[in-house]
């Protein structure tokens, strides 16, 4: 079901949205993402917010902030996505694709820090415990907000998947994590009901948790993205495999591989026999070079070795 939304939405909502091989097509989904996430979980927000005040719940209010978080991230993703479109300049030979990776970055300690705030809250609700005012209408929104979240996870990888994207993805299990708490949410205001008073304090301080482990997870992935994330075994077979189809490739030793958000760079060596001339040797490299291209859809360089016993 979900799928089928989402192509729906893809077609009527994007310029020739097959060909994501065009940088403003591939800017037209992150757009699109970016924003659809940026206005549905601002009204989110604004539902759990006045909910949680409602009900004086704060592990509802904590949810409420965690919808908020993903408005800035989804803001983060936009401005990286606008950036990273960029052509490339004498200062940056290989464009601007790794702001992506710094405003993610930047985001990411905005979520610890609003996790924090909610732990503390949280614990204070434990030690100082409050009545909260179970209600089923606001138990209803809670369950919704959840459903739409899941929606949102479904949207946003599936545009992730479709132009290979990692910000997308990334942001994708930014919605499943807040439709988790979310129903972690409404399990709490159940309890209430039942009896359990500190649910709500014990809730909210799993949720700050969710939200802060959130944090690390968008750091770790941006520090390794910006240091410089190696090839994967997979990546490299797959690479190997199609490389070696090239007529006079004989072997392929020392990748390396470059990401600049959409962009991805490769180097390589080639092994060939010694005895063919330059020209030869050249073109073997060339066809090598597109069979890439068009397989992988990166940019590559290849250096001619020539096999020998140490190879």
Known sequence: MFKRINVFLIKKFIKN???TSDPTVRASYGYFEGYASIIGNF???????????????????ADAFHSLSDVLTSIAVVIGFKISKKPQDKQHPYGYGRAEYIASFVVSFLLIIAGIEILKGSINKIMNPEPVAYNHIALIVILLTALVKEWYYH???????????????????????DALSSLL?????????????????????IVSLMIMYTGYEIIKDCSTDLIGRGPTDAFIERLEKEVLT????????QVEVHR??????VNLHVEVQPNLTALESHQIADRVMKKINKKFGISALVH??????SH
């Open 17 to 19: 949205w097959e060909n």
């Open 43 to 61: 009204v989110l927000f604004l539902c759990k917010l006045l909910c949680g005040l409602w009900i004086n719940s704060i592990s509802v209010i």
């Open 155 to 177: 949207l946003a990888k599936f545009l992730g998947i479709q132009i290979n994207s990692n910000a997308l993805i990334a942001d994708a299990w930014h919605h499943r994590s």
């Open 185 to 205: 949410i409404a399990a709490a205001l159940y309890g209430t009901k039942l009896g359990f008073t500190n649910l709500d304090g014990i809730f909210g301080i």
């Open 246 to 253: 090239v007529d006079g490739a004989e072997n392929l030793h």
């Open 260 to 265: 600049y958000g959409p962009k991805t760079y």
């Open 304 to 309: 001619i070795d020539v096999v020998t016993d």
